[in-house]
């Protein structure tokens, strides 16, 4: 059964750094693992997006809008996914959801919510 908790959100200014974690229980993630894992967020009244995606090999995608800002990782030891988001803007703002695949996944954008069966609950990300 695998379970997904973020932490990490908060209220922060514009230019400004925030660093997301995701604990994974149920299953590796990482090196020794075949799954992708990725980070998606939804603000109010627009549809979830895919934010950034890693494979177990290191492989990393990202849509467009965070290139060069945000950077998503994983560590095998502690079995966690990071989302570390620099230079935040307030059009950042959202709820932002941890998401595992089922089996191998290769990173590709767009990423798809289809992709991924297991979420986390989420944590809110304010930029102002």
């Known amino acids: 059964h695998v379970q997904l908790v973020e932490s990490g959100g908060g209220s922060v200014q514009a230019r400004g750094s925030l660093r997301l974690s995701c604990a994974v229980s149920?299953?590796?993630?990482?090196?020794?693992?075949?799954?992708?894992m990725a980070w998606f967020r939804q603000a109010p009244g627009k549809e979830r997006e895919g934010v950034a995606a890693?494979?177990?090999?290191?492989?990393?995608t990202y849509t467009d809008s965070v290139k060069g800002r945000f950077t998503v990782s994983q560590d095998s030891a502690k079995n966690i996914l990071y989302l570390q988001m620099n230079s935040l803007k307030p059009e950042d703002t959202a709820m932002y959801y941890c998401a595992a695949s089922r089996g191998y996944l290769a990173p590709q954008t767009p990423i798809s919510s289809t992709d991924f069966p297991f979420w986390g609950q989420g944590t809110q990300v304010t930029v102002s």
């Open positions: 149920g299953r590796t993630i990482g090196t020794y693992s075949r799954y992708c």
């Open positions: 890693v494979a177990s090999s290191g492989s990393t």
